[in-house]
């Protein structure tokens, strides 16, 4: 496996991916990583070397700009403000991303699916709902607010792991996207975890009155998921 930084631009904003490939030759597919509310980290680049474990070239993406990162929960929260409260920027952004991803050396530009986790799991969903040509898009709890409707096409498949319990996502909230899904006529899944909260993917979310906490089976299954997922549409 070789891993790199690979720089890239949207206007004057500088981003880079971090991209993990395997030793695999000829071109891959790939899967972008959209990280979650603190910006690429360690968990986001793992996440790219395990898909490259897989025989996909793994990049994790960076939605906030070359060094911009959160410290902690409140700075965190105000970078993923900063794009929530522009849709336009983040669709720009998220665009530049994907195109960048499918420049990549030895990458099948037509072979390109799109997983995220928390808010990156609402940015792969939107990737989807832009039209933005993935074969698949894969929500790791999640957030499922739509936003501002879309005209599509959406031609991505769509799988959302959901915890049942998670107090970011209400049944509200769930039913919305469910009735957003049948007007963009889109092939979607949705798959919850009975009594599982947000971030149940990440190691280290220990906080239940916050409502992020991890669960081990929870993280097992939902790889499991998305691995048959993209075997089928990669």
């Known amino acids: ?44 680049e793992e996440k790219a070397r395990a898909l490259a474990a897989l025989g996909w070239v793994g990049a994790a993406i960076d ?3 070359v060094g911009r990162r959160g410290t902690d929960r409140a700075t ?23 195109e960048a991803v499918q420049r990549l050396d030895g990458v099948d530009p037509g072979r390109v699916g799109a997983i995220g986790f928390c808010f990156g799991g609402l940015c792969a969903l939107l990737a989807a709902r832009m039209g933005l040509p993935l074969r698949g898009a894969v929500s790791f709890h999640g957030l499922l607010k739509i936003g501002e409707p879309l005209p599509g096409p959406v031609t991505a498949r769509i799988l959302v792991l959901h ?30 975890y009975p009594g599982v909260m947000h971030a149940f993917t990440n190691p280290e979310a220990n906080d239940p009155d916050f409502g992020t906490v991890y669960d081990a089976d929870a993280d097992r299954r939902s790889w499991v998921e998305m691995r048959r ?3 089928d549409t990669l």
């Open 76 to 98: 965190s929260s105000a970078l993923m403000g900063e794009l929530l409260q522009d849709p336009a920027k983040l669709r720009r952004r998220l665009r530049a991303s994907f």
């Open 229 to 231: 997922f993209f075997e």
């Open 163 to 192: 915890g049942q319990d998670d107090p970011m996502v209400p049944t509200a909230d769930v039913a919305a996207f469910a009735a957003e899904m049948k007007r963009v006529d889109a092939d979607w899944a949705l798959h919850a």
């Open 63 to 65: 939605l906030y700009g």
């Open 1 to 44: 496996m070789h891993t790199e930084l690979v720089p890239y631009a949207e206007g004057s904003d500088a981003f880079d991916l971090f991209v993990a490939r395997p030793t695999v030759p000829g071109p891959r597919p790939a899967v972008m990583v959209v990280h979650a509310f603190g910006g690429r980290n360690p968990f986001a």
